[in-house]
């Protein structure tokens, strides 16, 4: 007898098998498939990173060759996807985006001069002559401020001055000297400035209305401004220069005027690096404010966390939203505390991208950067003594990854043992580093700041 | 008959052989995709970096997922290894065991579990769970069985202990002598582990023999030294060796107690050269030996007026200069001065037996006819020696007198310098008197090469017998000058003069004396003699 299999059907028993089936890999799929697509998308966002990277790194290798490049990077927009299981793949863009501003601030503290990061300990020895032992000169003189500050003129006999001498280099070598005296003339005025070059004696400042003040209170004189002829002078010079300011006083009746000179000079070394040392930063300031864009490259991640990577002002920065951000790849940024003499030291390069160009979508992006200018300026903020100059300079970033920057700073002054001599600050659109001397943590007298600026034009297509 | 067409066709066996397929692939689906999620359990899509310096040792996380707080940093400190879990709990027990500033994820940044931009402070300035002074060698940060982060090397497992390592920090005096007290003062460090719980004690041992046990101040921190000074022990000439030993009795569990003990040989001379005070050189060596000389004190000498009587008298540099109105030192020995020496207002004498021995230093007599007398048995050693005399100045010496190098000067008008003794060493030094210079070799010879000599009047360089002299490049100023040479055969009597400068002005003159035929000969070494001669009207007599 056979069997009933009347109630058997193994078209039933197919379906049911594959409905199990069907069941088991969609739930797979759900629990599964994200990983996958996750390990794909952490590795295409640390191939964007790497590429950036290297463009940032070549970018420096180009500025330190002087040669315009360009050098490129070409950015994978789509990620690949999981064969079979992913329909959609993961896309992002890249683009310009954004501005990035960097700006520099400096003490107003009385000063001391520095040759190659050494303090001279006496101001009338500011400046002269400059030739250190590693050999580097003063090449060319771009400008040169002197300030007074004086009490107690009120005689025709009385008067306070500076006196410049400079030596250049020429065979028999020549010899310029200039007086900056401030004295008394009855002519209505309480003061008159008077520069002298040779036999030629000027009035710096016209007598009525004179902005440089009354006995007893400060002015600055910028001796090379074209208004004196000196500045012609200079420039027939043959460099190294050997540049020597003195500060006199001789008065009369009734009481010998004070005075206390204070000098600040942006020149060129013999490796075209330009110096600046004094009391603020002369004016017109030799480091402007540095003004760039951004390049932004966007994911748009189904399963890793979608974070841009900003390429900006030297660095590539992490941004996951909100404060959420970090550096990924480091400028070239060292921050430094020299325990000997007390002084901080900070280098920087800081790159300034102009350009355009979006790209989104599947295809590859390609951006290609050119090398347009550098300029290294080194800005050494008084030696204070008293250990009491905050800030002595800051450095002011403003960025929409002020955050990431923020994170960096606190990172590299912990690393370097500033303690209260670096704090980092944010507000709302902005991080801010700034320089102090005195507080917790080490013995800081000042700080000395060598910016290297790169210049650079970027196209995204 | 007739055949149905699916004769060949059984519906179970179809079924059996989908029902196969099915399992196949849903079991070879299944083990791929359990195996896969089962690992993919604990992977961490996290950019997480350690930043590290002299100043700071930093976990950032800068990038990719964020992690739930939670897991465990274990530090190592002092080269032993500590958990902190990161919960408030854990980082609050961590502090408290260890006497730390509290801290909480909030002041760590992680409130709100690690994300992109925190930072884990271990050791800094700052909000970190460890000060920058701290030695903290190495950290990991595991979460999960993971480990996710990883600097510097794991420390040991256990219970810290300290280790106390020994070392001789100074001994007093450095250079010992027989006779001496000395005094050993050990320094004791404890490099690991936790502070010691009792204050550590040192055994000192010389030659096997226990001086002592002494404990330390307090117990000791880590990375803290207490220094431990030992009992004194009188020294005794020859090699030694010093044993130190810390925590002899192993009072203190240590991580090494096989780094607790030291040997250090050293030597102990038999005579001090320069001991505190001046003495009677018994033995004559010139070395003060306890037991053998007599050690006197300084004050005796410092007035001024000393006799050792047979003995030999020494005054060592530690003495210091000595001012006095009137010097006379006496000894039946060698006089040795290694001090400055002023007389105020009377001679300054030296009579010796024996030799006179002079380190170099100053001898003064002041105040007008105030003379000084160095007489000498023996020899007088005086390389280098500077004398300044307002009155006469006469050496006297049985031996060889050598003041080479040496600047001697009389200084009163009217006054004389003369130096006497069996060969003269004159070599480089100067002389300058006011009236006259003697110098004699009674029984060698006379070298004074380099010698500036100037008097205004007659300056006499006299050899007695048995050598000749030797004044080459010399610069020789005196209204006389006379060389006077014995009358002998033998070229050695001769006078050299080569490259010497002999008349410093038209009027002076000079008067070689030559008994015998010596000086004659020797070509080649009048030649300046020759220069000077036709130059200032010099003559020779003979």
Known sequence: MRPDESGVSAVVGAVLLLALFASATTIYTVTTLPEWKADKEQVHQAQVRAELGSLKSDLEALAARREAGPVSATIPLEVPTVPLLQSTPAQGSLGISGSFLAGFSFTSNPFLFFQDDVAIANPDEALGPLCAANGKCVQALRSLEVGLVTTGIDAAADEARITLTIVDSAPTPNTVTATLAHRYVNTGCAADVRLAVGTVTRHVAPCAGSALGASGTPFRVNLLDDDYPLASTVARLAPPLSIQLASSATGGNPTVPTVAGTYAAAFSDSSGILRVVGQGVPTPSPLQPVAGQRIVYSPRYQAYPSQDLVLEGGALLVDAGGAAQAMAVDPSLRIAIDSASGRGSISWTLVQFTGDGTVSGSRDAKVEVRFLGMQDVVLSTSDDATQNCSPCAGIRLTTGTKGGWANHLNLATLAAGTGASATIAQDGTSTTLQLNSGGAGPVTRGWTLHIRLIQAAVEVR | ?542
């Open chain 2, 1 to 542: 008959m007739s055949h149905s067409h699916d004769d060949g066709v059984s519906s179970v066996v179809g079924t059996i052989l989908m029902l196969a397929i099915t399992v196949s692939v849903f079991g070879g689906f299944a083990v791929f995709a359990l195996g896969y999620v089962s690992e993919k359990d604990d992977k961490v899509r996290s950019d997480l970096t350690v930043v590290s310096s002299t100043n700071s040792l930093l976990f950032a996380h800068k990038g990719g997922e964020s992690l739930s707080a939670g897991g465990t940093i274990y530090v190592n400190v002092a080269g032993y290894e500590r958990a902190i879990p990161l919960t408030d709990a854990g980082l609050a027990a961590h502090a408290s065991q260890y006497g730390l500033t509290p801290r909480t994820l909030a002041s760590l940044g992680l409130d709100n579990g690690w994300t992109v931009g925190d930072v884990v402070c271990i050791r800094g300035n700052g909000a970190c769970i460890y000060p920058a002074t701290e030695d903290v060698r190495g950290a990991f940060y595991v979460t999960a069985n993971t480990l996710l982060l990883q600097q510097g090397d794991r420390g040991l497992q256990g219970i810290p202990r300290p280790d106390l390592v020994v070392t001789l920090q100074a001994q007093a005096p450095p250079t010992a002598y027989a006779g001496n007290s000395v005094v050993f003062t050990a320094r004791v460090s404890n490099t690991a582990g936790i502070a010691t719980s009792l204050a550590p004690s040192v055994r000192f041992q010389v030659d096997g023999t226990t001086l002592g046990t002494v404990a330390a101040a307090g117990t000791i921190a880590v990375g803290a030294h207490r220094d431990v000074t030992g009992p004194a022990w009188t020294a005794t000439a020859g090699t030694h060796t010093l044993v130190l030993a810390v925590d002899p009795g192993n009072a203190i569990a240590e991580g090494d107690e096989g780094n607790n003990q030291i040997s250090i040989p050293f030597n102990v001379g038999t005579g001090n050269p320069n001991p505190p005070h001046p003495f009677v050189d018994t033995n004559g060596d010139g070395l003060f030996t306890p037991g053998t000389d007599t050690a006197i004190p300084a004050a005796d000498v410092t007035d001024g007026v000393y006799n050792a009587g047979g003995q030999g008298l020494v005054i060592p540099a530690s003495v210091g200069p000595i001012t006095a109105s009137t010097i006379t030192y006496t000894a039946g020995g060698d006089i040795t001065v290694a001090v400055d020496l002023t007389a105020t207002t009377n001679p300054l004498t030296l009579n010796a037996g024996g030799d006179i021995i002079l380190d170099a230093n100053t001898l003064s007599a002041l105040n007008n006819n105030n003379d000084m007398n160095l007489n000498a048995g023996g020899s007088i050693q005086g390389a280098g020696v500077s004398m300044s005399v307002d009155g006469h100045l006469t050496v006297t010496a049985n031996g060889p007198v050598d003041f080479s190098g040496g600047n001697i000067a009389v200084t009163f008008a009217n006054r004389d310098l003369a130096i006497t003794g069996a060969s003269v060493d004159l070599d480089g030094a100067t002389l300058a008197s006011a009236r006259d210079i003697t110098v004699t070799a009674s029984n060698g010879a006379l070298s004074a090469v380099g010698l500036v000599l100037d008097a205004p009047g007659t300056a006499r360089l006299r050899v007695a017998n048995g050598g000749g002299i030797d004044v080459s490049g010399a610069d020789l100023a005196a209204g006389t000058l006379q060389a006077c040479l014995p009358t002998a055969t033998t070229p050695t009597h001769k006078l050299t003069l080569s490259a010497a400068t002999l008349l410093d002005d038209a009027n002076d003159r000079i008067a070689v004396r030559i008994a015998g035929t010596a000086c004659t000969q020797s070509a080649g070494t009048y030649t300046n003699y020759v220069d000077a001669y036709a130059t200032h009207a010099a003559r020779v007599e003979s």
